[in-house]
């Protein structure tokens, strides 16, 4: 991923926004699937300045490498059946790259916005849902789980067959939505 120059691309991109709209800078948010997950994982650490939350789905963090200038609100769905990125880590059947576990990436946030190391934690049918907050800055550090969930978006259609089918007891969208509304730049 970092072969790339995402960064470098989502600057312009912001700038470019910004030159055709008044874009209100303390309310640009970042979300992805896989691994687009995966990347704005990235933006959170190197784009913290810019960045105000991010809401990743289906892929941990790639690198335990990370610098983040601010604490950044992370609010994370995955699934514990996805087999493409395995909510443990380790390799998932989608290539060779070793993948972090979701509770290692959940665990780095939490340390670098200085949350509490216990979440608040409920269950509602299949839907864990863990909050670690307050952290630093007003942060939070929020995780669905979806048990037996596949490699899906909560709420959405599903990517194909072979991947399953995403869970419909939640929206992941609306609740990223009511997730960043809480969390602007501060």
């Known amino acids: 991923l970092r072969k790339t120059d995402y960064l470098g691309f989502t600057r312009a991109m912001i700038e470019d926004i910004a030159a055709l709209v008044n874009l209100d800078r303390s309310r640009i948010f970042a979300t992805g699937f896989s691994n687009g997950a995966i990347m704005v994982y ?8 810019q960045i105000a939350a991010i809401g990743p789905v289906g892929a941990a ?52 916005n200085g949350c509490p190391s216990s979440a608040q934690e409920t269950q509602s049918g299949s839907i864990v849902h863990r909050i670690y907050a307050p952290c630093r800055d007003n ?21 194909s067959a072979e991947v399953g089918a995403p869970n419909s007891e939640i929206d992941a969208t609306a609740l990223m939505w009511a997730f960043f509304m809480l969390h602007p730049l501060p």
């Open 61 to 112: 963090p790639a690198t335990q490498t990370c610098n983040p200038s601010r604490a950044v609100p992370v609010i994370h769905f995955h699934g514990d059946a996805d087999r493409l990125n395995p909510y443990e880590g380790g390799k998932g059947i989608a290539g060779p790259n070793e993948l972090m576990s979701v509770e290692a990436g959940i665990a780095m946030w939490v340390n670098l």
């Open 139 to 159: 942060a939070a550090v929020e995780l669905y789980k979806i048990l037996g969930g596949e490699h899906a978006w909560p709420g959405g259609e599903a990517v």
């Open 42 to 49: 990235g933006l959170a650490c190197d784009l913290a300045d």
